[in-house]
């Protein structure tokens, strides 16, 4: 519990069986409530007490007997890239207050189990055919409240490097991230027989240029969405689900193939010269 406080963080922790809240905040702005895991609390995942402008960004409120995370006569409070998942009610809103629940596209909003909306479409207006993982109608919080861009499956956050990121949209379950330098790796669970996808965000300084998704080892088709820029890549795919091997690999552009090409023969060549046998020039000091 944060009382009349700011500028602290709540990060990573797990929070299990609560009494009451997992973490509740009163009369405090500017905190940043980051990663943490609250699973059933006897009342809230996580309350707000008239408190502001605070950040709540990819935690898991999983079967929380009451809310979530409820807010009390809070506003200006930025909420996205969470998982609500089996909560009695995944958030409720009390006493007007008035929040921000997505970050916008294509960053996109939260993961909300009880969310019955379709994903046939994608863009800012989700109005271009073709899905993105976020879903093509808003999520009703109550009140003026609601998730503009809500999540179609679990936001996941993966450390790559010490500077960068890799994030993913699934509706399997992911498991051993790996990043080896240029390839990305990860494990993918659910129930035989269904249909998965994941969306995934690459940021163009960890790995750039095309790329190709295996899944066990057989390339799949994947379509890199239009939101992708100059800093970020953002693939989606689909596949079967069981447990698969999933493999992001990018491929050499034309320049860089050429370059090695030319490197390549530029080794050969002076390799070659050095193995010629040079000639031994005439002894002009002989005489016939």
Request: glycine share 10%; hydrophobic share 30%; with cysteine.
């Amino acid at each position: 519990q944060v009382g009349w406080s700011s500028g602290n963080k709540i990060v990573e922790n797990a929070l299990s069986f609560n009494n009451e809240a997992g973490i509740r905040l009163d009369a405090s702005s500017n905190n940043n409530i980051i990663g943490n895991t609250i699973t059933s609390s006897n009342r809230d995942g996580i309350v707000l007490f008239g408190s502001e402008t605070n950040t709540i960004v990819c935690n898991e409120l999983i079967q929380n007997k009451w809310d979530g995370i409820a807010v009390w006569y809070s506003n200006g409070n930025v909420i996205y890239h969470n998982n609500f998942q089996d909560n009695t009610k995944q958030a409720g809103i009390y006493s007007g207050s008035i929040n921000i629940w997505d970050d916008g596209y294509p960053s996109g909003g939260n993961y909300w189990i009880d969310y019955t909306g379709t994903d046939a479409n994608s863009g800012p207006y989700q109005n271009e055919t073709g899905s993105d993982g976020i879903g093509d109608t808003p999520y009703i919080i109550g009140g003026n409240n609601q998730d503009h861009y809500p999540l179609m499956g679990m936001f996941s956050d993966f450390k790559a490097t010490s500077e960068h990121h890799v994030q993913t949209i699934c509706n399997s379950s992911i498991s051993d991230f790996q990043f080896g330098g240029a390839a990305i790796g990860f494990n993918v669970s659910g129930e035989n027989g269904t249909t998965s996808f994941c969306r995934i965000c690459i940021p163009t300084a960890l790995t750039n240029g095309t790329y190709k998704v295996f899944v066990n080892g057989t390339e799949v088709p994947h379509t890199l969405l239009p939101c992708s820029n100059n800093t970020h890549s953002y693939l989606y795919f689909t596949y079967n689900h069981s447990t698969h091997k999933v493999e992001i690999v990018p491929e050499f552009s034309l320049w860089t193939s050429m370059l090695i090409i030319l490197i390549v023969l530029t080794v050969a060549i002076a390799i070659y010269k050095l193995r010629i046998p040079k000639r031994r020039a005439p002894d002009s000091t002989k005489t016939m």
